[in-house]
């Protein structure tokens, strides 16, 4: 049944986790809009700060077993898998204030990236239960994956930056000497293909993050998974895609096979690197990949209106260029920073 809650007038009780590391953005600010534009008249509120990797997942644990209402993931995507992960099958719904390097999740269901408009999102308190999946049992919300995208993933934990632009960097240089692998694919315990691929995106939702649309069409409370196979490309045919990602139809390209299921089984050669929601880790041989039905709450955005293709590209890249500014400028402040601690110390040898 399609469950959806609206606020009463008994006061509900939030927890929000920030993340205090994850993605470009200073902190200080959302917790002074949380103080400000928050409706406490409605809502009680508590913020909890994360210490270590997992810790989200903790808190939200211990929150859903307190009876809290709503917990809030304040970061990137990482921040949101584990938060959502503790909830799932709990009454707890999950929100988002987006402040990562992607925001897949949030993007898909059209939470502004601005921290107000997500907490006027959350005042309304629209709350529905959407579908999730489970790679070799570990959760997902937004996107999983197997080939190239779960190994630039990998690489771009390992840079150590994050944003934007880090990603770009390694997408660009790691693609270029990328080699497709032979995949057999198993859908629904039935239809079996083999397929060699740059990669397999298994979506429920439908980017990556920072509007890359990998599965244009993907909903999150149909039951189904999208799946996207992407053929071996050549270095001419790689801006075409580039451009189809960004502009939502990639499913029209040729190199794009796409189709529709609950589960899918892939076995390759060797193990290697999966991800989930951009975070990667060692898989073996066989992957395995479900969708599971209605199990997360979740307060989504009931004010959504579809836009047409080019104005949705306009207004994604304008928002894209000032969350860009942003990473220019922060990288600009740690270059400055690092060339006067270059001339302090130069001087102090000279004295």
């Known amino acids: 049944m399609f469950f959806t809650q609206l606020l009463m007038a008994e006061k509900k009780r939030i927890h929000f986790i920030i993340n205090p590391i994850s993605g470009t953005q200073k902190k200080d600010q959302i917790i002074a809009d949380i103080g400000n534009y928050l409706d406490t008249t409605r809502f009680d509120y508590e913020i909890k700060y994360t210490q270590y990797a997992g810790h989200a997942a903790l808190i939200a644990r211990e929150a859903a077993d307190n009876?809290?209402?709503?917990v809030v993931a304040i970061g990137g995507d990482g921040t949101v898998n584990e938060v959502a992960r503790s909830l799932v099958h709990r009454q707890t719904a999950l929100a988002i204030i987006p402040c990562g390097s992607g925001n897949g999740l949030a993007r898909h269901l059209e939470i502004p990236i601005d921290p107000v408009g997500a907490i006027q999102?959350?005042?309304e308190c629209v709350i529905h239960e959407l579908d999730y999946g489970k790679i070799n049992n570990i959760p997902f919300f937004?996107?999983?994956?197997?080939?190239?995208?779960?190994?630039?993933?990998?690489?771009?934990?390992?840079?150590?930056?994050?944003?934007?632009?880090?990603?770009?960097e390694n997408t660009l240089r790691e693609g270029l000497s990328y080699k497709p692998d032979t995949y057999t694919i198993t859908i629904d315990d039935n239809k079996q293909m083999?397929?060699?691929?740059?990669?397999?995106?298994?979506?429920?939702?439908?980017?990556?993050?920072?509007?890359?649309?990998?599965a244009p069409n993907a909903s999150m409370s149909d039951g189904l998974?999208?799946?996207?196979?992407?053929?071996?490309?050549?270095?001419?045919?790689?801006?075409?895609?580039?451009?189809?990602?960004?502009?939502?139809?990639?499913?029209?390209?040729?190199?794009?096979?796409?189709?529709?299921?609950?589960?899918?089984?892939?076995?390759?050669?060797?193990p290697g690197v999966i991800h989930f929601d951009g975070d990667p880790v060692m898989a073996g041989k066989n992957v395995d990949v479900i969708l599971v039905e209605k199990g997360l709450n979740v307060v989504i955005n009931s004010h959504t209106t579809?836009?047409?293709p080019l104005l949705r590209m306009f207004s994604n890249f304008y928002s894209d260029l000032n969350q860009f500014r942003d990473e220019i400028i922060e990288k600009q402040k740690r270059l400055i920073r690092s060339h006067q601690e270059h001339v302090r110390k130069s001087l102090k040898r000279l004295k």
């Open 121 to 123: 999102v959350l005042n």
């Open 225 to 270: 998974m999208d799946v996207t196979i992407m053929e071996p490309i050549s270095v001419l045919e790689a801006p075409q895609i580039a451009i189809q990602l960004f502009n939502r139809t990639i499913d029209h390209n040729s190199k794009i096979k796409t189709f529709r299921c609950k589960k899918v089984s892939i076995e390759r050669a060797a």
């Open 194 to 214: 083999v397929y060699k691929a740059f990669l397999i995106a298994c979506a429920n939702a439908s980017q990556y993050g920072n509007n890359a649309y990998i």
């Open 67 to 70: 009876g809290i209402d709503i």
């Open 306 to 308: 579809p836009q047409p």
């Open 142 to 168: 937004c996107t999983c994956g197997i080939g190239f995208d779960a190994f630039v993933s990998s690489k771009f934990a390992e840079a150590g930056k994050r944003g934007f632009l880090t990603y770009i």
